[in-house]
């Protein structure tokens, strides 16, 4: 497996039960290693979703062999698996997904109070990450008091607070306009280069996918490209 | 950032709910705390007066007297406790009991004399305040004597018809076979003070019972009132100790026989009233129940409200790597939180109230002298205003808020996170 992060070898995932089956991933073989700046395409229903869920363990597949960071997420309990997204993911949602009562930094705070750190700890680590997406001095703002945008970078401070191994964004950009999301890309991209932060997002977006080191296209619940996103003639071939 | 503190802007999502539901947890703890105030009040009140007009803490008599009652059976070396008594700081009152005949004019009665020391009453009890018309006896044997002083119970005062003034004949058999008979003159008529009492009572001076009775100097009771300094259960042991010359022992119930005396807290000499005062507490308990089943269903209520509302919110929480432990922990702190809110606001409007009642009290002086099993209650009913009275409820309040939150809690706590963030 080499310098791997996430390993995932003939997975499947399978919703419903009986006669009515939507089979939402078909034998997937992926490895994604520690570094990468990966988007995955494909259309609604492509399985994109889903094979996040199932790589952060948030989701069981139905059969086949997931691995994070070393360790077989299939032969893990809830509450193990609970603690791996602790310490081993962040995530970025498309709706942002911040906590309504608690401030930016507060957001930004939270994952590092879950694990325990001492506070003082928390709040130097915290305000150099506001700073550093950009939102120094917005800290006691609550998410209503934010914009689209704005309310983003809270997620990604919260995702990069605990120094996971993996980060995982279902459609970062998608609530955004086009200059905030390719102010959020840059943002993302910079982590990657200059902290070492693997990223693995969702997209729709040509633009957003054409940022991206590395492009894995879902359809049907099966890869159908895998390579570098800069050849997106061999995507809209492979489209064709 | 605190958990509480998240947990106080939590509850404060939906202002109104919130607010309605504080209301409804503040309203039953505040009601709970006056009825427990009121009740605490009259349980003090009923044990105050009995236990302070005559009975006392501790009383002490020769083993066997309470069965039978004989005129025979007196304390022995009587001196000896009233020292050790004195030594504990404990008032005591020596009485000395005999049955006899009381006539007035044409009229008579059967009555119980006491012999009673008028100075050690009033040093330790509230009998010799309890007149309805007269004074109590002279503190002085030789004044006593002189007016041949006789206080009455009241309601044989009535069947007597005697007034103050009136000269009552006693006819008694005496401890020498005699029959000793004496003039007396009424001085003073109790109040009601119990039935027993009401009915029976001819309380004389102790020499003048000697007298009468030719009874040597025989006492049968002694009476130990520590006025609330000190449990009935440790006066009790100290007085076991004095007599049989060994150390106190703090937590050990003293020995019913000691030394040739029976030594006995007013649990063992009243059960029934013991069992009575048990009794308002429980009963206080199970009354709660219903305020706590009414406040813990509206906490409930709010809280599967709160957790429906934030189902997505609790994926998010999970899939950031909460525990379902948590996620349980959390809801149950914001109930918690206010439970806690409420309740101190329920308990300090009930303070409030039951300082006004312990001060004012309730006037109940219309419905005329009130009797339970005998037992006389103060015609003002003040509430106690304990710290215990107020912090229980209050207290227990918040557990049930807590206990109340943790089915909708167990349900956010169970939510599978990815369900839970595509909720809509």
Known sequence: MGDSIVWLRAVTKDYGQGDVVVRALRG???????????????????GKSTLLNVMSGLDRPSSGEVSLDGRDLT?????????????????????YNLLPVLTAYENAEYVLMMQGVPASARRERVMGLLELVGLGGMEDRFPRELSGGQQQRVAIARAIASEPALILADEPT?????????????LMQQLNEEKGVTFLFSTHDRKVMARAGRLIRLVDGRIAYDGEAGSLEALDADEG | MGTLRIAWRSIWRNGRRTAITVAAVGMSTLIMVVTFGLMDGMRIDMVHNVTH?????????????RADQSFYKAVPEPEAILDAARAAGVHAAPRAYGYGLVSVGHKSAGARFWGVEPAAERAAFDLAGKLAQGSFLSDSAEASRASRELVLGRKLARSLHAELGSEIIAVVQAADGSLGNELFTVVGILVSCGEDMDRSAAIIHARDFELLFVSGGRIHEIALNARGTVSPERVAARLEAAVTGKAELEEKKPEKEAG??????????????SDMERLFGASMWLFSLIFFLAAGLGV??????????????????KALGSTPWRILRDVATESFVLGLFASLLGAVLGAACNLYLAHAGIDLSRYGDVFVEGVAFSPIWRAAASVEGIAAPSAVMVVVCVLAALYPAAKAARLDPVRAMTHV
């Open chain 1, 28 to 46: 997937i073989d992926l490895t994604l290693d520690r570094g990468d700046f990966a988007a995955v395409a494909g259309p609604s229903g492509s």
């Open chain 1, 75 to 95: 032969r893990l309990s809830r509450s193990e698996l609970s603690r791996l997204r602790l310490t081993r993911i962040g995530f970025v949602f498309q709706a």
């Open chain 1, 174 to 186: 998608a609530n955004v306009d086009s200059k905030t999301a390719a102010a959020l890309l840059d």
């Open chain 2, 53 to 65: 007009l005559v009975l006392g803490d501790v009383q002490v008599h020769a083993t066997g007297y």
């Open chain 2, 260 to 273: 040739g005396v029976d030594i006995e807290t007013w649990r063992e000499l009243n059960p029934a009233l």
């Open chain 2, 300 to 317: 409930m209520n709010t809280m599967l409200m709160a957790t429906f509302e934030r189902i997505r919110e609790f994926g998010v929480l």
